[in-house]
T-cell receptor
């Protein structure tokens, strides 16, 4: 079935370091891909999305490119801040019938000053 | 910014009690969802709705029930709470369009059953 695999955390970085969080997926057809972020004590917020192969989603300095050949959607940021500390979820939208989101298990990012 | 509200934010309740978690959205979205988030952070879809009077069970079996009498309201009920129901419950909504429509989430209800 459709699934998303994320790298396990926590990912611990110093401020201004480069961030990569790996995400790969398995899906039938051509899913849309998303990154959501969850700050402590809050719900999930959409960070960025890509709806077709080679699309690049970007927001708040974060980027991810939809790579169909490697079935990947890795999240990157050139210089992280303490305020980026959160849990990041990769997700795919199953575009059959109801269009439900399938989430990865989440990766916790901890950024220290 | 999305307008979807969940109450209460935190709830501690004893075993056997009946509880209702409230979820309301003011965006006129047709689709609504309930996700259960376990302590390991993983999210599981437990209920969803296409619109008024439409409810379906999700991927994870749940003893909870939902109703959708009004577009903006999608409450979740547990008739008899148990410690195994301790979790965070997240409500979400999205537009019903032919295009990809992202989910908008509430801040969640953290339920503890003692």
């Amino acid at each position: 079935g459709d699934s998303v695999t994320q790298m396990e955390g926590p990912v611990t970085l110093s401020e201004e370091a480069f961030l990569t969080i790996n995400c790969t997926y398995t899906a039938t057809g051509y899913p849309s891909l998303f990154w959501y972020v969850q700050y402590p004590g809050e719900g999930l917020q959409l960070l960025l999305k890509a709806t077709k192969a080679d699309d690049k989603g970007s927001n708040k300095g974060f980027e991810a490119t939809y790579r169909k050949e490697t079935t990947s959607f890795h999240l990157e940021k050139g210089s992280v801040q303490v305020s980026d500390s959160a849990v990041y979820f990769c997700a795919l939208l199953v575009n059959t019938g109801f269009q439900k989101l399938v989430f990865g298990t989440g990766t916790r990012l901890l950024v220290s000053p | 910014e999305a307008d979807i509200y969940q109450t209460p934010r935190y709830l501690v309740i004893g075993t056997g009690k009946k509880i209702t978690l409230e979820c309301s959205q003011t965006m006129g979205h047709d689709k609504m969802y309930w996700y259960q988030q376990d302590p390991g952070m993983e999210l599981h879809l437990i209920h969803y709705s296409y619109g008024v009077n439409s409810t379906e069970k999700g991927d994870l079996s749940s003893e909870s029930t939902v109703s959708r009498i009004r577009t903006e309201h999608f409450p979740l009920t547990l008739e008899s709470a148990r410690p195994s129901h301790t979790s965070q419950y997240l409500c979400a909504s999205s537009e019903r369009t032919g295009h990809v429509s992202p989910l908008h989430f509430g801040n969640g209800t953290r339920l503890t059953v003692t």
